[in-house]
């Protein structure tokens, strides 16, 4: 299966020369999420979310989510997402295993979409509804599923996905609306994108894969490739973690929440 990257509008990537030869080690999913300096500075909480999860042997699942910077408390969208979208793959991979990448975006956007209103609709009066949403269920959000088979990552809204070869940055595909999943709880908003598939790779095939919030959008495509590389010879699964951390306070180059999860292999660096 040849690589695909679809969906929302990109910047500009790196691109580097893919291997020939198929990745060996043991596959492995670690995370991390830091506050950005600006939302220290202005006392707010972190407003990403993620979720690392491990279904069944061979199942790695993990997603995360940036809640809207005007939202009141987008984060607790944000983490409800995250959690709803991995115990459901995890739940429903049986059954999907054969499904059509876009597919299961479909059928995860609705169920999705199913549970914020049922959370949402007591909560709230018809005419206080879209305040509600603005206030706690608007965010961006990103899914991997990796099985034996293929490694998929599903998107939506501003984010960042990179393998050992290349980066690339999801864009809103328009200028003044950002893309929420929960726009489409809204009906007087007409024609709102849809979570879809962004990339899709046999597993065998995949030696380094991160995917991460747009507050890693301040680090240069070098810098990206460079700590994929880099976290290959990490054995410690808090690395990633701590690498954001030095990113944040140390060195002072994220200003705004970032969070991250990496797919690799044990037992040194990825193929090139």
Same mark, same amino acid.
């Given at each position: ?15 580097? @020369?893919?291997?020939? %030869?198929?990745?060996?080690?043991? &596959?492995? &999913?670690? +995370? ?20 690392? +999860? =491990? +279904?069944?042997p061979g199942l790695f699942v993990a997603a995360l989510?940036? +809640? ?17 979208? /991995?115990?459901?793959?995890? =739940?429903?991979?049986?059954?999907? =295993? ?6 299961? %975006? ?30 706690? %269920? ?14 998929? /990552? ?6 960042? /996905?990179? @393998? ?20 489409? &709880?809204? #009906? ?17 095939? /995949? ?13 240069? @495509? ?14 410690? #699964?808090?690395?990633?973690? =701590? ?13 705004d929440d970032a969070t991250a999860f990496l797919l ?9």
């Amino acid at each position: 299966m040849t690589s695909i990257w679809v969906g929302m509008t990109l910047s500009a990537a790196k691109t580097l @020369d893919r291997p020939e %030869a198929a990745p060996n080690g043991a &596959l492995r &999913l670690r +995370g991390g999420s830091v506050v950005g300096r600006r939302h220290l500075l202005e006392q707010r909480n972190c407003q990403d979310a993620l979720v690392l +999860g =491990r +279904g069944s042997p061979g199942l790695f699942v993990a997603a995360l989510a940036d +809640g809207c910077s005007e939202g009141r408390a987008s984060e607790v969208g944000a983490q409800l997402a995250t959690r709803f979208a /991995v115990r459901w793959i995890e =739940r429903s991979w049986r059954a999907l =295993r054969q499904t059509a990448s876009e597919e299961i %975006a479909r059928l995860l956007e609705r169920a999705l979409l199913s549970y914020l209103e049922a959370v949402l609709e007591p909560l709230s009066t018809e005419e206080s509804r879209a305040l509600l949403i603005r206030d706690v %269920a608007l965010f961006t959000l990103f899914v991997l599923i990796a099985d034996e088979d293929r490694t998929i /990552v599903l998107g939506l809204g501003d984010g960042l /996905v990179a @393998d050992i070869h290349q980066v690339r940055r999801f864009l809103p595909s328009r200028p003044d609306q950002p893309d929420y999943v929960a726009y489409r &709880l809204l #009906p007087n908003l007409a024609g709102p994108a849809r979570l879809s598939a962004v990339y899709e790779e046999s597993t065998d095939r /995949v030696s380094g894969l991160l995917v991460a919030t747009d507050g890693l959008f301040s680090l240069s @495509d070098a810098r990206i490739l460079t700590l994929i590389r880099q976290q290959a010879s990490a054995s410690n #699964p808090l690395a990633l973690e =701590r690498q954001l951390r030095v990113f944040a306070h140390r060195k002072r180059r994220l200003q705004d929440d970032a969070t991250a999860f990496l797919l690799d292999r044990e037992g040194g660096s990825p193929c090139v």
